[in-house]
């Protein structure tokens, strides 16, 4: 079965800082990718979603940006952090019904 | 934005069926009905997906209208742990490759004792 596996658990970071969030599949080849958002007491948006090595689709327009190096391999990433980006994410992957990972809860200061 | 529309929450006692119902009047023909759900603090949780027919398995069941403008999540015998936010999405190219999920507001069940 599929499992998806996503690191850091928690993390609290200045506002500034970089970020790096990191996620890989075990058990399918080539799924599709997901990273989501969640902020306090609100849904999921998609922030970005891939269908192969290099091939990155942004949702919404921010100062986060996202890597897929490897086939089961996805990673979000921000140069500066804000305020804003607080929050709970979630990578996600498959084909047809998706997996999800246990979430990053990330905190700026 | 999302294609789907439910009820912000509702209540079940222990025990009994939990019925979850789902408006998707704008379904396209070759959009699946997903559900998932999401107990606090945790990653979404398939439960079950279907097209028209009735689906089944372990965990509910799902029934589709016959013009698949809404559908109903049925938890048999609800207990406490399935407390959560159950997410109703529309999802097109089963498979393919741009299956985005697209999440709405979902509804809060509440299992009571």
């Known amino acids: 079965s599929q499992t998806i596996h996503q690191w850091p658990a928690t993390l609290v970071q200045p506002v500034g800082s970089p970020l790096s969030l990191e996620c890989t599949v075990e058990g399918t080849s080539n799924p599709n990718l997901y990273w989501y958002r969640q902020a306090a007491g609100r849904g999921l948006q998609l922030l970005f979603y891939s269908v192969g090595i290099g091939q990155i689709s942004s949702e919404v327009p921010q100062n986060l940006s996202a890597s897929r190096p490897q086939d089961r391999q996805f990673i979000l990433s921000s140069k500066k952090l804000l305020l804003s980006d607080s929050g709970f994410y979630l990578c996600a992957g498959g084909r047809g019904e998706l997996f999800f990972g246990e979430g990053s809860r990330l905190t700026v200061l | 934005d999302a294609k789907t529309t439910q009820p912000p929450s509702m209540d079940c006692a222990e025990g009994r069926a939990a019925n979850l119902p789902c408006n998707h009047s704008?379904?396209?023909?070759?959009?699946?009905v997903y559900w998932y759900r999401q107990i606090h603090s945790q990653g979404p949780q398939y439960i079950i997906h279907?097209?028209?027919n009735n689906e089944t398995n372990e965990m509910a069941s799902l029934i589709i209208t016959e013009d698949r403008k809404s559908s109903t999540l049925i938890l048999p015998h609800a207990t406490l742990r399935d407390t959560a936010v159950y997410y109703c999405?529309?999802?097109?190219?089963?498979?393919?490759?741009?299956?985005?999920?697209?999440f709405g507001t979902g509804t809060l069940l509440a299992v009571q004792p």
């Open positions: 704008t379904i396209s023909g070759n959009e699946y």
């Open positions: 999405i529309v999802l097109v190219n089963y498979g393919g490759a741009t299956n985005k999920l697209i």
């Open positions: 279907g097209l028209k």
